[in-house]
C-alpha cells in the first residue's frame, strides 16, 4: 500500500528566505504527482502536477522535481512571501487507478 | 478555469439524520471523488466515480452512500449521520488521469 510522507510537518520562516519541503512515497510505481496548497478551512488549490516521465515543473515562484526511483519530490518556493503561508500538500497516483494518495501536509508560516 | 462548488460551507445536522452533500463541476469531467479531512489523519478518499452511475469504494465507505445520475454532480448521502461522521468533507473532479480540482469544501457537524 502507497504510503507518503512529508518533512517537516510544520516550518516557520521569515520573509524572503528561498525554502524546500519535501514528500516521500513507498512505490515508485507512480503515475504523476501533485501539489497542492490549502488554507485554513478552505478546500485544495493545485499549485503543479508533474508526470512519472518529468523530472520537474515550474509556475512563477514554485518549482517542484520528481526522482521516481528514490520515491522523492520537493517544492522549491523563492523569496517567500507572507501570502505563502498555508498547508502545503502532495499526493501520488499511482498507475493502476484514478485515486490519490495524500500526505498529511506542511504547515508553512512566513513571518513579515 | 475549472469550477467545482458544493452545496454548503457550512452545515450541523442531529444524529440519526439523512444527509445530503450536493457537488458539481462544470468541465465534463469525466472522474469525481469525495474525500474526508480530519486532524491528525490527512484526506481519506470515501468514494470515487469514474463514469454516470459508476462509483467505486474508496479507503473508508462505511456509513456512506454516493449518487451520479449526470456526468457534472456527484453526491454523497450520509444515511443515518453520526458524531464520528463530523468532519470537512471535499469534493473533486478530474478529467481523465490529469489533475484533481477540488471544491471549497463542506464543514459537516453532527450533533
Known amino acids: 500500500k502507497q504510503e507518503v510522507t512529508q518533512i517537516p510537518a510544520a516550518l516557520s520562516v521569515p520573509e524572503g528566505e528561498n525554502l524546500v519541503l519535501n514528500c516521500s512515497f513507498t512505490?515508485?510505481?507512480?503515475?504523476?504527482l501533485q501539489w497542492f496548497r490549502q488554507d485554513p478551512g478552505k478546500g485544495l488549490t493545485s499549485l503543479l502536477l508533474?508526470?512519472?516521465?518529468?523530472r520537474e515543473q515550474t509556475s512563477g515562484r514554485l518549482n517542484a522535481s520528481l526522482d521516481k526511483s528514490s520515491g522523492r519530490s520537493t517544492l522549491y518556493i523563492a523569496a517567500s512571501q507572507p501570502g505563502d503561508s498555508a498547508t502545503y500538500l502532495c499526493a501520488v497516483k499511482e498507475t493502476s487507478g484514478s485515486r490519490l494518495t495524500f500526505g498529511e501536509g506542511t504547515q508553512l508560516t512566513v513571518n513579515p | 478555469d475549472v469550477k467545482v462548488t458544493q452545496s454548503s460551507r457550512y452545515l450541523v445536522k442531529r444524529t440519526g439524520e439523512k444527509v445530503f452533500l450536493e457537488c458539481v463541476q462544470d468541465?465534463?469531467?469525466?472522474?469525481m471523488f469525495w474525500y474526508r479531512q480530519d486532524p491528525g489523519l490527512g484526506l481519506r478518499l470515501i468514494y470515487f466515480?469514474?463514469?454516470?452511475?459508476?462509483?467505486e469504494k474508496g479507503d473508508i465507505p462505511e456509513g456512506y452512500s454516493v449518487s451520479r445520475e449526470k456526468k457534472e454532480r456527484f453526491s454523497l448521502i450520509l444515511e443515518s449521520a453520526s458524531t464520528n461522521q463530523t468532519s470537512m468533507y471535499l469534493c473533486?473532479?478530474?478529467?481523465?488521469?490529469?489533475?484533481?480540482?477540488f471544491g471549497p469544501g463542506t464543514r459537516l457537524t453532527v450533533t
Open positions: 468541465m465534463d469531467h469525466e472522474n
Open positions: 508533474i508526470q512519472s516521465s518529468q
Open positions: 466515480s469514474y463514469d454516470v452511475k459508476m462509483k
Open positions: 512505490d515508485s510505481a507512480i503515475y504523476n
Open positions: 473533486a473532479s478530474s478529467l481523465r488521469a490529469r489533475e484533481q480540482y
